[in-house]
Every structure is written in C-alpha cells, then in structure tokens.
C-alpha cells in the first residue's frame, strides 16, 4: 500500500471520528444519527491533469447517518451532489453527477472497509483508473489494522475527467 493511501485514508477516519464523534457517542445508545455533510467549498486538484481543475458543487444535499454496532461504526453519505469540473487553462466544464453512496465501516480491532456505489469521482491512486477518474458502479477497499490495503475491486464505467476536460 502507497504511503499516500494510507495517510488519506487515516486522514478521512480522523476527520469523520473528531467531526462526529460526540454524534456517534450518542448513536451508541441504538439510535443512528443524522447530519447534514456539506461538501465544502470549491477546490483545486493539481498534478493530476496536464492542468489544474476546480472541483466544485452545483447542487449538494448530502446526508452522513453513523450506526454504532455491536463490532463496529458504520459511517454512511447519501443524498444528491451535481459537481463542476473545470480545467483552469481554459476554463471548459462539464458537470458530473457525483451522488455515489459511500459506507465505511470502521471495526473495533482497528480495520475498516470503504464502499462506493453509484456515479462518483474515484481515489487518485485505484489500481487501473485515470488520476482523476468519473466511476459510474463500484469500488470497494478493505484495509487492516495497520491500514495496509489487503482487498479492493471495482466494478462498472469509468471515464476520465483530464480526457473530458482537454477537448
């Protein structure tokens, strides 16, 4: 596993664990708790195309609900989000649904598992896809307890978003 991945990956478990965990706290009494999870403000991806890309949402009403189980806390965002990709050098866009429902579940012994499932804008770095690539399917990741990547698979259309934005 990239030294890359694994720091995203504790990265995003931190930030989900610290932003909601007094939230989780109070789902450990059986009840799931609902938020709203903006996706923030626009963005720049750089090194990823021959040019750099705004990232930024169109329409976002996206929705992190956290069940504490028995083994483990699930961490689940649903909801719409309508993105704009636009490449800096020339200022061509396209807009991509990027609504994807993504779980992860992170287990007590420390491994956790990553699902996405519908159209989103896949990892960098997954094996076989563009740098910056538009997934309309699956990918799904298994890490263990010392964040090594130890399974991942991806299923469905994938597109990348430097070919769409060159033209």
Known sequence: MSPHR???WTLISLALLLAFGPVATASA????IRERAPFGPPFTISGKCEFDVSWEA???NMY???FT???ATRYLITGVLMSRFTNLATGQSVDLNTSAQWTQVV???GSWESTLQGPFIGAWDFPGNPLIAYVQGQQFERYDTTGALIEWK???QVQDVCAMLSN
């Open 6 to 8: 694994f720091v995203r």
């Open 29 to 32: 009494e059986g009840k799931p």
């Open 58 to 60: 169109l329409s976002d």
């Open 64 to 66: 992190l609900t956290i």
């Open 69 to 71: 189980e028995k083994n």
């Open 107 to 109: 287990y007590n012994d």
């Open 154 to 156: 991806q299923t469905g």
